[in-house]
């Protein structure tokens, strides 16, 4: 066996051990005598890894009870939709434009009422954060709408805009379970599962209790809050095994110190990888200090034969998936929870030898 350092986007990289105990558990889960892929969700074992999956997130986030958990499909692409046929009580919604996620959330968003653009990035082609501290909110605004983490351009919220008491809907696909949050700020906290927690499939939302049961007439069942959060995310056959992938990667994140335990290791990877990259000769970041992401590091040398030759080189040395989102260009070094601290401490010794060779 011989594994790579992955640096995927999404699908991404998991947690070695993670995928050994599914891999021990595939035949027999645990005396079951068949694996978890087969089991039905209406039985005793099923329930359970639902219900701990559930108990250990709220423990490692400190959810608060008036939020509920949803294990949901449709990616995270779906909330674009769910999100305004669900909370788009007066048809309006506030965006703020910091890359090609949010743009999709806001341009789906326009087909159930108005959505207005409060804050864009765009003019630097989404290389930073905009100042969000006295945003032109809506008055009747039902959400304030941001993408935390982009993962495209490898910028983040360093802060949570000022919503002027409106309520916060926020995609974390990229950053989910990748430092404390405080989820009371938040109405609705959603990611799809394939980058930082288990296979793709699931789709986490964290919803506010009272933001359900106001759904546009048009809603269909399957897309209503109210009909997930009244099933306990069972009103028909959840992803099952994806929920259990999700169990196994939130034992592993508590093993390794929960989510203060995750940002310190974000911090010293990223450090390592930025510092590298903005002491060479070659390489320049795409996103700006001060905004940039310790999830998603873009980076590029402005010379795209020389680009191509660094990500052939590097995947020939093992280091793989290195080639930036076609939005960008250059590179893109995803460095999610489970990318082994030692991966981008040999991916940065990568860098500065190419650096040398070819500076
Ligand atoms: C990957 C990604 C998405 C899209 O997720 P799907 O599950 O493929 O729909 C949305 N938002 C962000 C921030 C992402 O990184």
């Not at 790579?4 to 105990?21: D, H, I, K």
């Not at 400190?62 to 949803?70: M, Q, S, T």
């Not at 409106?166 to 990611?191: H, N, R």
């Not at 930036?324 to 981008?344: C, D, F, L, T």
Request: charge should be negative; glycine fraction near 8%.
């Amino acid at each position: 066996m011989s594994r790579v350092y992955n640096f995927s986007a999404g699908p991404a990289v998991l947690p070695e051990a993670v995928l050994q105990e599914a891999a021990d558990e595939m035949l027999d889960y645990q005396g079951t005598g068949m694996s978890v892929m087969e089991m039905s969700h209406r039985s005793e074992s099923f329930q359970q890894i639902l219900d701990t999956a559930e108990a250990d997130l709220r423990e490692l986030m400190n959810i608060p009870e008036n939020y509920k958990v949803l294990f949901l499909q449709g990616g995270a692409s779906l909330q674009f939709a769910m999100i305004p046929m669900n909370l788009m009580k007066n048809r309006t919604a506030d965006f703020i434009l910091t890359g090609q996620w949010s743009k999709k959330a806001w341009k789906e968003a326009g087909k159930y009422g108005k959505a207005n653009v409060i804050a864009s990035s765009e003019d630097r082609t989404f290389s930073y954060i905009p100042d969000c501290s006295d945003l032109p909110v809506s008055k009747d605004a039902d959400y304030v709408y941001i993408c935390e983490n982009n993962t495209i351009y490898g910028t983040k919220f360093k802060e949570l805009p000022n919503t002027k008491g409106k309520t916060l809907v926020a995609d974390v696909s990229s950053c989910f379970l990748s430092e404390p949050v405080d989820v009371s700020k938040y109405g609705i906290i959603f990611a799809g599962a394939q980058k930082n927690m288990a296979p793709a499939g699931l789709t986490v939302a964290i919803v506010r209790e009272d933001l359900a049961d106001h759904e546009l007439p048009c809603t269909p069942l399957m897309m209503n809050y109210k009909t997930m959060i009244d099933k306990d995310s069972m009103y028909n056959t959840p992803p099952c095994w994806c929920i259990y992938m999700l169990g196994l990667t939130l034992d592993w994140v508590e093993e390794q110190g929960g989510v203060a335990g995750m940002e310190k290791l974000r911090d010293l990877r990223s450090s390592m990888l930025y510092d590298t990259l903005d002491n060479s000769k070659l390489f320049k970041c795409h996103a700006e200090k001060g905004s940039r992401s310790g999830m998603n590091v873009t980076f590029r040398t402005g010379n795209e034969e020389l680009d191509a030759k660094f990500v052939s080189e590097a995947t020939a040395a093992g280091f793989v998936n290195l080639k930036g989102h076609r939005k960008v260009g250059g590179m893109r070094a995803s460095i999610y929870n489970a990318m082994p601290v030692e991966g981008v401490e040999k991916l940065c010794d990568f860098i500065k030898e190419f650096d040398k060779n070819n500076g």
